[in-house]
């Protein structure tokens, strides 16, 4: 279990959007990455860095 303190500080590093708990994992509400919890820990990384880079072309 996380500490509530620490999971309440917890948002998706992409878009600062709200996390959904899941049993083994935290679930963007925004782009729906998962955050792994592990040895309760959230693993905090985009699972993939390339995806949704933003671009100033336009
Ligand atoms: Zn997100």
């Known amino acids: 279990m996380l500490d509530p ?9 992409v878009e600062k959007a709200p996390l959904r708990d899941e049993p083994e994992a935290l679930v963007c509400t925004v782009c729906g ?15 993939d860095p390339s995806q949704d880079t933003p671009t100033t072309e336009k």
């Open 33 to 47: 990455r998962r955050y792994p919890i592990v040895d309760d820990i959230p693993v905090m990384l985009p699972d």
């Open 5 to 13: 303190a620490v999971r309440a500080l917890l948002v998706c590093p």
